[in-house]
Structures are given as C-alpha cells and as structure tokens.
C-alpha cells in the first residue's frame, strides 16, 4: 500500500510563494500520474494539479498560470510551486494518484495546511 506524506506548507502573505513537497512510501511506478488536491475550510476536497508519467501537466483554471507540478520519478516525489498566492488559496494540500474520474490509488495523507494571509 502506497502512502503519501504530504510537506512544506505554511503561512504565508498574499502575494508569496510556497514550495510543496510530496514523497511516497511504498512502491510506486513512475507509470503513474501524479496530483496535488486541496480542501478548504467547509469545503469539498478539489484538485489542482495533475502530472503525467512523462511530464505532461494540467491545471485547475483557478491556479493556472500560478502554480507548477513537477515530479522527480527517480526519488519518487512530486512538488508543488506556488506563486502569487491569494487568501482562497488557504487549505489544507494533499498529493495521490489519480486513477480515473474521482478515483485515486491511495488513502488520504494528513496533507499540509497552507495559509494565505496578511
């Protein structure tokens, strides 16, 4: 069973910048995509970001522009660049596999609480 370990959140100014980090423990093929997810507050869990096996990347449209997946296959990690960070960026981070539409490879990780505020 793969687990996700989710660090590097943190509060932070509106207008700053956050580096996420997500390493797995447990085996996990590179053959899998990646993703970072968030939930705020009184909120659904979302995602935000998703990286292929060979690189390819998506984005929510709400951090598009903003925010960089990348991922190291030979570490088995995947970050998360933040930049120009705004108040409703505020929540809790999270990383898995994303397997299909609502589906993912592993149980939730305790995630990383980012906050964004002056």
């Known amino acids: 069973q793969v687990q996700f370990v989710e660090s590097g959140g943190g509060l932070v100014q509106p207008g700053g910048s956050l580096r996420l980090s997500c390493a797995a423990s447990?085996?996990?093929?590179?053959?899998?995509?990646r993703g970072w997810y968030r939930q705020a507050p009184g909120k659904q869990r979302e995602w935000v970001a998703r990286?292929?096996?060979?690189?390819?990347?998506n984005y929510a449209d709400s951090v598009k522009g903003r925010f960089t997946i990348s991922r190291d296959n030979a570490k088995n990690t995947v970050s998360l660049q933040m930049n120009s960070l705004k108040p409703e960026d505020t929540a809790v981070y999270y990383c898995n596999s994303p397997l299909g539409p609502g589906t993912v490879l592993s149980s939730w990780g305790q995630g990383t609480q980012v906050t964004v505020s002056s």
């Open positions: 990286i292929g096996s060979g690189g390819s990347t």
């Open positions: 447990g085996s996990i093929f590179s053959i899998y995509a």
